[in-house]
């Protein structure tokens, strides 16, 4: 019988999905274990990153002898803090590994292949062209050590990011959808004026995710957030960082009484700037930020090009009178929106827009 090895491959990188934005700075990584065209086994990345893909998929008593393993990354052979994935790659008798992507991490980058090899395991790379941006996260972490950004805007058919007469621009559907792309990041960035315009949770209100909801980074140069929020009211269930050109006020002590934690910087007005917030954000744990603000600060982030991509949800209403926008919408009507993502909305429209 022919082995569909696409199609291992493929359910190998729905399992890293499932950990995808809760791995620290270890990649997101899916495994299965195929053996008589079935697959016997699965695993993926753990929260924070360890036991790897590799280890929870073959860390059981069944007999993987001659089986294959497939996975989305090359096994590490290093030592860390937990042994190399290769060592229970050789201890449990597999035969064959098919993987899509190399690491950048040196300590393992194309090595894999070799010592595997070395002890009669054959190694294929193939590239599944479903997920080739897969790891485009964890590559800029490793390459520019900043957090790998994107942001979400929802608009209508005639680009207005606020409704005078609702809360909302998008319908149930997209708002549930937003919940999910939440989930795929460790770090959500905001200002202070869109959560005190909107009372804004920003976490993930889906059945089994709210669990691991994102952080918060709320950009309030002026400290100008309002004190009764609803996001202030479980703050002991994640972190906030209020971001603040103030270094000394009853406002921060007050924060820092409520839990809140301040990141002080003297300015944000040149992409410098940014870059270091970013690198603040990065030395505090975070690698994949998503950005939800209103378009003011969109606009800056994209004439900058410091974002990868922007999740643009777009409604079939023309809002006219009723909608409005607190800054010129020019920059996102010329962006092409080509990449439609094949989700059913109900009416609204999914694109995902590459901006570098």
Not at 69 to 77: I, K, N, R
Not at 255 to 266: A, D
Not at 305 to 313: T, V
Request: charge should be positive; hydrophobic fraction near 35%; proline fraction near 2%.
């Amino acid at each position: 019988m022919k082995i569909n090895h696409n199609n291992f491959l493929e359910l190998a990188f729905n399992f890293a999905k499932i950990n995808l934005g809760k791995t620290s700075i270890n990649p997101s990584v899916g495994c299965v274990v195929v053996k008589d065209n079935s697959v016997i086994s699965s695993g993926y990345t753990s929260i924070n990153g360890r036991p790897h893909a590799e280890y929870n998929a073959l860390n059981s008593r069944k007999d993987f002898k001659n089986s294959d393993l497939y996975v989305t990354m090359e096994p590490c052979t290093h030592y860390g803090l937990t042994p190399p994935c290769i060592n229970i790659i050789k201890k449990k008798g597999i035969k064959r590994v098919f993987f899509s992507f190399y690491d950048v991490d040196k300590r393992t980058s194309k090595k894999s292949v070799k010592k595997l090899n070395k002890v009669q395991i054959k190694v294929y790379k193939k590239i599944n062209k479903n997920y080739k941006d897969f790891y485009q996260s964890y590559f800029s972490n490793k390459k520019y050590n900043l957090p790998y950004v994107d942001a979400k805007i929802a608009v209508s058919k005639d680009y207005f990011t606020i409704n005078k007469n609702s809360k909302w621009i998008t319908n149930f559907f997209s708002r549930n959808r937003v919940h999910l792309i939440r989930s795929e990041y460790d770090c959500i960035v905001s200002t202070s004026k869109s959560i005190n315009r909107d009372n804004s949770l920003l976490n993930c209100r889906l059945k089994g995710f709210n669990n691991n909801k994102p952080d918060l980074v709320i950009i309030d140069l002026n400290l100008k957030i309002k004190k009764n929020l609803n996001l202030f009211k479980n703050i002991n269930k994640r972190k906030i960082f209020i971001v603040t050109t103030i270094f000394n006020s009853k406002r921060i002590n007050y924060l820092k009484n409520k839990g809140l934690k301040i990141i002080s910087i003297k300015s944000l007005n040149s992409k410098k700037d940014f870059l270091n917030l970013f690198r603040i954000i990065k030395k505090n744990g975070y690698n994949r930020v998503l950005v939800e603000s209103g378009l003011f600060f969109l606009n800056r982030l994209l004439k900058e090009k410091l974002i990868f991509n922007l999740y643009m949800f777009k409604t079939s209403i023309k809002l006219g009178k009723k909608g409005k926008n607190n800054t010129s919408n020019k920059t996102i009507k010329r962006l092409k929106l080509s990449n439609k993502i094949a989700v059913n909305l109900n009416g609204d429209n999914l694109y995902k827009v590459k901006i570098k």
